[in-house]
């Protein structure tokens, strides 16, 4: 009996003695930490884009008819004024015939108006003869002279017929001009939506027959920018940008153009910010998503540390410091951006300690700073466990980085 009762208490003092030391653990507080560095902070816009031709040209058709012949095909490239397709002509080629038979027949009135005209003036001059010597009465000259003035209408009447029948002709003329399509531009074919034997309506509207990118190794980017950072774009800022088809490859660019119209979808308002990109090698083609960073800012070889440490303020209690007195009431707020009076805490002495620095310009995940503060030191991030809220000494415990 004494022996079990003895066993009993050893054990009752090891399971204590073990929740006793578990709660000290519990309790323990750490403190994170990070390291003020030195290197060079990007600060960029990210957005989405599709890349494009810089000139891009639908060629269409002004005239109706069945495709005769396609001279071009995907991919092909182009001079500017090659033949590229044809339209069968031969109900406009009609139409032209008819036309310069019409002019030949009212030249044909022209002259004939002309000779009339000069019958006329005869006549008159006769009748003005006879009229002097008191052989005729003076009605019969008054009706020649009416069919002299007369036939000259007429021959002005010939003679405008005879400009409207050469104007349908050369209207005519152009219009079978127009069953020859040509290129407009020199560049490549990158699309084509018609075959040898369909039929294009262009009553109505043109309709498009190829697409011609002018030159591909010439692009651009056409970026959707949020309101909220098209204040930070400017034209001439460097571009990064990737695409899906090259994962691993980065390419550059610049900014050619902030578009002042806007766009909303969603309640999201978004701007076109144009990035113009050499392409030598060929490797983007038009159509492709690009995943853009615009640099707005760039800073090289200054102090940087982690935003979390910019955002850390210990509490009041872990600093001996009444809640409500003046040296604690900075603690609880502080400016932020560019340019603004923040603070970094230091742990020197087993105390907690805080250096005024100056913010410059961030990443989101790092922060530019100037001020007092050196390379190399070792700032807090955070403080975890409960004496963090309970006013218990944090020090004399390990740190975490």
Same mark, same amino acid.
């Given at each position: ?38 290197? /060079? ?184 920018? /949020? ?99 003046? /040296? ?34 961030? /990443? ?38």
């Amino acid at each position: 009996m004494k022996k079990f009762i003895l066993s009993f208490l050893v054990v009752s003092l090891v399971a204590g003695g073990f929740w006793l030391f578990r709660g000290d653990k519990e309790n323990e507080m750490s403190i994170d930490t990070t390291i003020v560095t030195r290197g /060079d902070l990007v600060k960029a816009v990210s957005a989405t884009g599709t890349l494009e031709a810089v000139n891009t040209v639908n060629v269409g058709t002004q005239v109706s008819g069945t495709i005769k012949k396609v001279h071009v095909d995907y991919n092909s490239r182009v001079r500017k004024g090659q033949l590229i397709a044809e339209i069968d002509p031969d109900l406009l080629e009609a139409n032209v015939r008819k036309a310069r038979a019409d002019v030949l027949a009212a030249k044909a009135n022209v002259q004939e108006a002309q000779a009339t005209v000069n019958d006329a003036k005869r006549t008159r001059d006769r009748t003005r003869e006879l009229l002097e010597r008191d052989l005729i009465s003076k009605s019969e000259y008054d009706s020649a002279q009416t069919g002299y003035e007369t036939a000259i209408a007429r021959l002005s009447a010939a003679r405008a017929n005879l400009a409207q029948v050469e104007a349908d002709l050369k209207y005519k003329e152009i219009t079978l001009g127009y069953t020859k399509i040509t290129s407009p531009i020199e560049g490549v074919v990158i699309d084509r939506a018609v075959d040898e034997g369909q039929t294009v309506n262009a009553s109505q509207s043109a309709p498009t027959l190829f697409t011609i990118a002018e030159d591909l190794t010439q692009m651009q980017v056409e970026a959707d920018i /949020d309101e909220a950072d098209i204040g930070q774009i400017r034209i001439g800022q460097e571009v990064d940008f990737t695409v899906d088809a090259y994962p691993d490859a980065s390419f550059e660019g610049k900014v050619e153009e902030v578009r002042l119209a806007p766009s909303t979808s969603e309640n999201v308002v978004t701007y076109t910010v144009i990035v113009n990109v050499e392409n030598p090698d060929l490797m983007l083609m038009p159509g492709m998503t690009a995943n853009v960073s615009v640099i707005s800012e760039k800073r090289e070889n200054i102090l940087k540390v982690s935003s979390a440490a910019l955002r850390f303020t210990p509490d009041p209690g872990l600093l001996d410091l009444p809640e409500g007195s003046a /040296d604690a009431a900075p603690f609880r707020g502080r400016k932020s951006g560019s340019g603004a009076i923040s603070s970094l805490w230091v742990v020197r002495d087993g105390k907690f300690e805080k250096i005024p620095v100056k913010t410059g310009v961030s /990443d989101g995940m790092y922060t530019e700073v100037s001020g007092d503060i050196r390379e190399n030191s070792e700032v807090v991030t955070g403080v975890s466990g409960s004496s963090s809220s309970s006013g218990g000494n944090p020090f004399g415990f390990g740190r975490r980085r």
